[in-house]
Nanobody, 127 residues
Framework: VQLQASGGGLVQDGGTLRLSCLVS??????????LAWFRQAPGKEREFVAS?????????YYANSVRGRFTISRDYRKNTVDLQMNSLQPDDTAVYYC??????????????????WGQGTQVTVSS
């Protein structure tokens, strides 16, 4: 399984960005995957941002710090998982990583639960 993330960049405080991650090279059903976004700021540990639950529904989970501002979504035709980021703040500055697990896990907020990772895309929010 390969993941290719895109969409990062530089934006001002209060701005918006949309990240996208293409999932390819898989043999099982995309709907069975748990998809997530994590981020890592300089000098900090990688932290959970959002997760899209497997099963074909629209169930999603968010970190408290981004709930109400970020939206995770998946496109079953394109095999992508997107992260719409609104009202961005300087504290959102980090490298953002998409991640895939081939089934559901209640440990969805832990990086240890994910088998495959994208290369990361830089998001910088200026004040």
């Amino acid at each position: 399984v390969q993941l290719q993330a895109s969409g990062g960049g530089l934006v001002q405080d209060g701005g918006t960005l949309r990240l996208s991650c293409l999932v390819s090279g898989h043999s099982s059903s995309f709907r069975d995957y748990t998809l997530a976004w994590f981020r890592q700021a300089p000098g900090k540990e990688r932290e959970f941002v959002a997760s899209s639950r497997s099963g074909g529904g629209n169930v999603a989970y968010y970190a408290n710090s981004v709930r109400g501002r970020f939206t995770i979504s998946r496109d079953y035709r394109k095999n992508t998982v997107d992260l719409q980021m609104n009202s961005l703040q300087p504290d959102d500055t980090a490298v953002y990583y998409c991640a895939v697990r081939l089934n559901w896990s209640t440990d969805y907020a832990s990086s240890r639960a994910y088998y495959y990772w994208g290369q990361g895309t830089q998001v910088t929010v200026s004040s």
